[in-house]
């Protein structure tokens, strides 16, 4: 037994726990004081520690992991969207007017309505909602904007588009693209930075609603056994400071009940001089973590940026070979700049020739400046060429990665990109590369839940299509790989390896219990989707229960 000396608050028993601590792989029991990691063991040495208060809680044989980190997240943006019209479970494109007709109806006369997580490809379809079907259901004096999954486009209302001026005339702002109808009418529809245009007119929360929101994000993790996040920016947006502000507040109050570790926006990079701040400022609580940059788009707004353009869908329609939303050369400064101030890099990349030019500068970039304590990261790696997949370990950079948008963005590949499907969302290939994996949701984009994410990168294949096999299931990955990339991987990648990650004494009490053993399951089990249907019976977080099930 390796133990802390200190008398333990609360030790937890008869239980099959799963470290990832290499010189204890699995034990019985754990024993937790002062927010930390005290005791791993037999149940009977761990349980000799008790004292007088010491709670004792007998898990009956159920399997414990370390708390799961969440490698990707945008935080705010799923806790507010949390009070938004939500899409992400509409089937059809009349059930997303349904909800939106019945969002209007609770919204004044001149009140923005405000949505997210439609996929049209989850439909059955692909051609973009536009402005004059969102009005049948808005009406005319309520301007609305709602988001696509990807959150790298959106559909927007007559009412927006007056609102942002936005005409036949208007240009495309510099990475972004405002789609037109034949006649050269905005249709409503807005792709990346064109966005920005009618958002920034929406009203931002309060710092109340902000905090209040982030509180029910925070238990919704509980829930999936989330203790830890890297929380994601948006390009060019304002979400960081405000969100950064709101994490402060909750820290202050004692109310932050999980780990957050903050990106920067490249464009806030200014205070960041000013201020003298470096990456790994704040505590075991909140932190700031990388600079985040934007390559390009995504797929399913088709803005990737890719080496050979998107499968037509139509005679007329042009070769499009994406949107790079951040000149080659500018991503070069930024990336200089964030090293000269001390931060690594997290950049966003989806494309095959985003990726390629990504790495490029990585690479001349590690010419002239040691490798960086916490290392560089890719975030999503989603196409990449066969020839620039090993260049990530080779470079030391870390591929943050969704498994979840394998299975959610299968047919949209197949769709827009054809045999080149087989060159993404290539988890095990990266793995058996010797990259450093971390896994995340990309919440809101997509659902936040780890066990459907491990799921994904088990079986390559949606729940309801099951026993279907696996979409290019060679890229499947092992059970405790996929663990590893929610755990450790994901701890490493934030420079957190020696805080959380694994169930070792001296490191930070957060702990998850499942209601099954994920490891006593068949193949034939998790061939059938039961991984997706698992979730925690207890979460603990800095060696308190935040979550209890009934």
Excluded at 74 to 84: C, D, I, M, N, P
Excluded at 350 to 376: C, K, M, Q, W, Y
Aim: hydrophobic share 45%.
């Amino acid at each position: 037994m390796s133990q802390l000396f200190c008398t333990p608050t609360l030790i937890l028993h008869n239980a099959r726990i799963y470290t990832q601590d290499a010189a204890q792989p699995w034990a019985q029991a754990v024993a937790l004081g002062d927010g930390r990691i005290l005791a791993v063991g037999d149940d009977a040495d761990v349980l000799a520690l008790a004292g007088a208060e010491t709670e004792r809680i007998d898990l009956s044989g159920g399997l414990m992991l370390p708390g799961f980190c969440d490698a990707h997240i945008h935080l705010s943006h799923y806790a507010l969207g949390l009070r938004k019209v939500r899409l992400a479970s509409t089937r059809s494109r009349r059930e997303m007017f349904e909800r939106i007709r019945e969002a209007a109806q609770r919204t004044a006369p001149g009140g923005w309505i405000v949505g997210q997580g439609w996929n049209e490809s989850w439909w059955g379809e692909t051609a973009f909602p536009t402005a004059a079907e969102i009005d049948a259901a808005t009406g005319p004096d309520r301007p609305a904007i709602f988001y696509r999954s990807d959150m790298h486009s959106a559909v927007v209302n007559s009412a927006a588009l007056r609102r942002a001026g936005i005409t036949a005339g208007t240009p495309n702002p510099p990475g972004g693209v405002i789609d037109r109808d034949a006649g050269g009418q905005p249709t409503g529809f807005l792709r990346d930075q064109a966005i920005d245009l009618v958002a920034r007119l929406a009203p931002a929360p309060s710092s109340a609603e902000h905090d209040a929101a982030l509180q029910e994000g925070m238990a919704a993790l509980h829930r999936l056994g989330v203790t830890a996040v890297h929380a994601q920016r948006v390009k060019d947006g304002d979400d960081g400071p405000r969100e950064w502000a709101s994490l402060l507040r909750l820290r202050a109050a004692g109310d932050l009940h999980l780990r957050v570790a903050c990106n920067v926006a490249a464009h806030e990079m200014v205070h960041l001089a000013g201020l003298g701040l470096r990456t790994g400022f704040g505590d075991d609580y909140l932190r700031l973590g990388h600079v985040k940059v934007f390559a390009d788009g995504s797929l399913g707004s088709r803005t990737a940026w890719l080496l050979a353009p998107f499968v037509k869908l139509s005679r007329d329609e042009a070769d499009n070979y994406g949107v790079s939303v951040t000149p080659p050369e500018q991503m070069a400064a930024e990336f200089r700049r964030a090293v000269e101030l001390g931060f690594p890099i997290s950049v966003h990349a989806i494309g095959d020739r985003a990726n390629r030019v990504v790495l490029d500068i990585f690479e001349e970039l590690a010419s002239t400046t040691p490798a960086p304590a916490v290392p560089h990261r890719i975030e999503h790696v989603q196409i990449i060429d066969p020839t620039d997949l090993p260049r990530l370990a080779q470079l030391g950079v870390t591929a943050s990665v969704q498994p979840i948008h394998a299975i959610d963005d299968m047919d949209t590949a197949d769709l827009f990109l054809g045999a080149r499907g087989a060159h993404m969302y290539n988890f095990r290939s990266l793995i058996e590369s010797g990259a450093l994996v971390a896994f995340g949701s990309d919440a809101p984009v997509a659902d936040p839940n780890p066990f459907v994410g491990i799921h994904a990168a088990l079986t390559r294949q949606r729940v309801e299509r099951l026993p279907a096999p696996g979409w290019y299931a060679h890229e499947c990955i092992s059970l405790e790989q996929a663990i590893f990339a929610y755990t450790l991987g994901a701890a490493r990648a934030a420079g957190w390896q020696r805080t959380i990650g694994s169930i070792t004494p001296g490191k930070r009490g957060d702990l998850i219990v499942l209601e099954r053993d994920l490891f006593a399951l068949t193949a034939e089990e998790i061939e059938a989707g039961a991984v997706a249907e698992i979730l925690p019976v207890l979460t603990i977080f800095d060696g308190r229960v935040v979550y209890r099930r009934g």
